[in-house]
């Protein structure tokens, strides 16, 4: 008996040196090996998760301002023990949310990242080493309704990135729609009215909210726009409120005045008048500006620059016009132009710089400038090509430089009825100037046969284009025609071979 409790101690003793060895070695190597697993268990999760990638998600986890919205689903991934536990949660109208069996969270008014950090404390502190991980995995889509100034009433898609600006880009505004008057209606009914100018100027996103779940966008009819061009720094069209005008315009919209501002005379065009039906221009100075004159709806507003008051000359004749600077064509007709000069300018810097208004027809050896009763000839193909030539000709205001065409002819020879030289028209066949000639003499000319030689001394076929100073000349080479040229002389010839046989015969025998 004694024997056999020896054993049975001694068997008990080996078992709890073993687990005592066991728990001293190779926990820590199981714990690691638990995490391991359930880390391997969230990557593949993970993974599958960015298989179905929302591309949402990426712009909210980068964004701290993501609020946590109804309809949001998250995921929620830890380890108890060697046991990977996993939960999607999904956020409804309540904005209650339950972790697992730990705890009750009210996510109102919280962001994402507030949400994430209170749930891994909450699973961390009741499950150590657990890997916690808590991912939003679809952010919610909503609904807003639009109304107001606009074509139609309307609902908007929305989620918790989308601002004021975005959803008044999709709505269906028109030009009375203010963008400076937009009212948000939250769901505890609190309104704040908005103004997307200061974030559109200044930067100011107070002024452009993320819209929520429940907002209500009410947009007013714009009180007063106007429009302002010129020597200004953002020229453009901008809604005012009843009580802004020209100083606010120029100077909180319209960025100010640029150095080169003409402030003795500003130009308003105004559209609404109770004088005019057809509305009337206003002028003002500087003076005005200093008052803040008063402006109206759709009031138009111009402000001349010193640099418009140059001096200008004029060019006209062979020259392309504003409209065909980009084009290859050449003109057919005159056309007519003004160029501003500084006081001093000569007429070889101002025919260098605009040298593109010259085509292939221009004349430029027999340019000439007209000033009053004057004519002084200029040779701007001199000046093209000779940059160390200077006419030093200097401009004068209201000067005419005048450009002739420069004048190309077809040569028309041989056997049609008017022989000579035609003006050059262009894209015209060899036919057409046959035909300025009165057409192939058919007594001298048979099957339209023509030889055609280019400036160049290149034969051309029938099909060629015709350049400038080709030569057209119309083979003779009707048989009927070179018959009735020998006849007769050969004619003549038989008649005197005949009739000194005749003598010969009559006397000499």
Known sequence: MKKKFSILLFIALQQAIFSQT??????IKLKQTNQNQVSTSIQDQNLNFSNDFNPNIQIALSNPDYMVTPGDIYSLNYAVGTN????????????KIRVSNLAVLDATNKTYMQLKKQVEEIVSKNYPLSGVQFILTSPASFKITVTGCVSYSSEQKAWA???LSDILQNAPINDYSSQRFVTIKSENKTEIVYDLFKTFRNGD????????PGDE???????????????????????????????????NFAGGLTPLADTTRIEISRKISSENSTGEKIYISKKEINENFSLSNLDSIYIESTENLQPRFYVEGAITSDNDLNDSTIPETSSKTSIQFEKG????FIIRKNAKIFSTVSDLENAYI??????????IKKIIDDFNYYSNITILENDILRIPFKQFFVTVAGSVINPGRYPYIPDRDYEYYIGLAGGFNKNQNSGKSVKIVDINGKTLNKNSPITPE????????????YFNQTAPIITTLLTLITTGLSVYAAFGK
């Open 22 to 27: 066991f728990s001293n070695t190779d926990l």
């Open 205 to 212: 996103y107070s002024q452009n909210p993320y819209i929520r």
């Open 161 to 163: 990135l989308t601002r």
């Open 470 to 481: 080709t030569t057209i000349t119309a083979k003779t080479n009707s048989f009927m025609y």
């Open 345 to 348: 300018t000569i007429y070889d």
């Open 217 to 251: 966008i009410s947009i007013q009819m714009a009180e007063k726009k106007v429009s302002i061009d010129g020597a200004v720094i953002f020229p453009g069209t901008y809604e005012l409120s009843q009580n802004e005008n020209i100083k606010e315009l120029i100077e």
């Open 84 to 95: 990977p536990v996993s939960y999607k949660i999904l956020v409804d109208t309540s904005y």
């Open 370 to 379: 007209i000033r009053a009763d004057e004519i002084i000839p200029i040779n």
